[in-house]
């Protein structure tokens, strides 16, 4: 018996390992390539802001961390994938305002439910929301567009992502603020809608600015101005809508991930360990700068925080939506 003394404390050891909550999951993890879904198109501004993290956080984890793109129904698609996946860490889904926030409220029926379905990772930062127009409309500056608005709206278009996207309440909030009513166009992808709007068919959008920053930059949309309080790193030169005269407007969405509920803790910190990392990293820094986001103050990252941070902006945007009139199917 005593001669099987060493294999029997192993094997105990290894079940009180096993028995620490998460300890032994979060030490193991990944020992495979890792899923990142993006609930909406290739080009989009989550899309691109998803693939500036998944090289840095595949380096830091050490397995790969391989982007998949689901879209549809306001991202609600491939938000609901991860809603209803193991929760083993294979998956994690990056979520933003839309996903987790707006299509609450904005669904009658939702897909999935964002504060029972998911595990909290990690608030990664914020996109502003830029208004852009065709290159050729006649106007150069916000109050010029405004009342060039006022004077033209009813045979005027913006476009968007679709109604479940935080995209078309930018412009919903601006068409509000400055009353006017005109058509709103919805597109399955922000790519799409872009090109119809630098071909012509569209007059104006308020896209992220990372999906906008390198038509402004080429010229071929004309930047009106920021929808925040702030100018902007990217764009110093671009006035926000503040300064220009639409006091305290702010439009910005937040992007964030999270697990399937019910995933390891220890998992769901070595994620957000991972991604704190990267963020801290200079050329992260520098990359998300330059496709117009604002990655996340350390005080706004910990699941803790996020907990009560997602109950509050389901509630802000609640009030949002059922003020606007805007819903979906």
Excluded at 4 to 24: I, T, Y
Excluded at 61 to 72: D, I, K, M, T, W
Excluded at 73 to 88: F, I, L, P, Y
Excluded at 134 to 140: E, I, Q, S, T, Y
């Amino acid at each position: 018996m005593l001669g099987h003394l060493p294999h029997a404390m192993a094997a105990v050891g290894l079940v009180l390992a096993l028995s620490v909550p998460g300890s032994a999951a979060g030490q193991a993890w990944p020992n495979r390539p890792v899923t990142m879904v993006i609930p909406f198109g290739a080009g989009s501004g989550v899309d691109v802001l998803g693939r500036v993290l998944a090289q840095p956080l595949s380096e830091i984890l050490g397995q790969q961390v391989l982007v998949e793109n689901v879209a549809g129904a306001g991202g609600m698609t491939g938000t609901a994938r991860v809603a209803k996946a193991v929760a083993d860490g294979s998956v994690f889904v990056l979520g933003n305002v839309g996903t987790h926030a707006l299509n609450p409220t904005l669904y009658r029926k939702p897909l999935y439910n964002v504060v029972d379905d998911f595990a909290p990772v990690v608030l990664i930062g914020d996109t502003p929301q830029v208004l852009i127009a065709r290159a050729d409309l006649p106007v150069n500056n916000l109050p010029e567009f405004v009342t060039y608005l006022k004077a033209n709206q009813a045979r005027m278009q913006y476009g968007s992502p679709g109604i479940g996207s935080a995209a078309p309440l930018g412009c919903v909030l601006l068409n509000s603020a400055v009353q006017v009513e005109v058509t709103h166009v919805p597109y399955r992808s922000g790519g799409a809608a872009m090109q119809d709007l630098m071909a012509g068919r569209l007059d104006y959008q308020c896209p992220l600015l990372a999906i906008a920053l390198p038509q402004i930059e080429s010229k071929k949309v004309k930047a009106l101005a920021v929808l925040t309080r702030n100018r902007v790193a990217v764009l110093p030169g671009l006035a926000s809508a503040h300064e220009q005269g639409l006091t305290d407007f702010e439009v910005s969405a937040w992007n964030a991930f999270f697990f399937p509920h019910g995933t390891p803790p220890a998992i769901v910190q070595r994620l957000h360990d991972a991604t704190v990392a990267a963020l801290n990293s200079s050329a992260v820094q520098t990359r998300l700068q330059q496709v117009g986001a604002e990655p996340s103050s350390p005080d706004r990252r910990s699941p803790d925080y996020m907990q009560g941070f997602i109950a509050g902006e389901i509630k802000k945007w609640a009030a949002v939506v059922k003020a606007a009139g805007v819903n979906a199917e």
